[in-house]
């Protein structure tokens, strides 16, 4: 959205309205028609529809070896200590974003997109199965350079944006 470059960017897509909380009595109604003002109030909420990642392959350097992720759409990224939903959104969304438009509550007001980026040098932790990599392809082809591969097929791999942790692209 904002076209930074970066190793990986994850898109977050919520939609803001306003809904009422239910008050003592149990109702549901708009403050208009009278009520008592303790008997409910409107409460802004975000509501989150989806999200994407964009980026090829990505090689994290540890201590044990290289281990390389060949595609980040196998991946779930978590941010650590993000609470923001993003700017309102002023512009089309990206085609790996279609799908939230079609998700409940999309129509109900403005979206919001939250883009987050992972850049060279960023410390992440990678919670994941690898195995050895024998394929010898990659830009890295040299075993002192990749020594592991993700295994998404095992289970879904998660990576986390973290600040103190030795793993790094």
């Known amino acids: 959205m904002t076209g930074a470059r970066a190793a990986l960017i994850h898109w977050t897509v919520f939609v803001r309205f306003t809904d009422f909380r239910e008050g003592l009595l149990g109702r549901r109604a708009p403050i208009e028609r009278g009520l008592l003002p303790f008997d ?34 196998d991946v779930a990224v978590s941010f650590a200590g993000v609470a923001d939903y993003g700017p309102p959104l002023q512009q089309a969304l990206p085609a790996e974003l279609a799908h939230v438009l079609r998700a409940p509550f999309a129509n109900r007001g403005p979206l919001h997109c939250r883009e987050l980026l992972l850049t060279q040098a960023t410390p992440v932790r990678l919670i994941a199965t690898v195995a050895r990599d024998s394929t ?24 986390e944006d973290l600040t103190a942790l030795s793993a790094r692209f």
Do not use: C, F, M, N
């Not at 509501?47 to 070896?65: F, I, M």
């Open 40 to 73: 409910e109030s409107e409460i802004e909420r975000y509501v989150e529809l989806g999200s994407a990642a964009v980026g090829g392959e990505l090689q994290l350097e540890t201590d044990e070896g290289a281990v390389l992720i060949r595609h980040v759409r």
């Open 136 to 159: 010898g392809d990659g830009p890295y082809r040299s075993e002192l350079h990749r020594a592991w591969v993700v295994q998404p097929e095992k289970e879904r791999p998660i990576l």
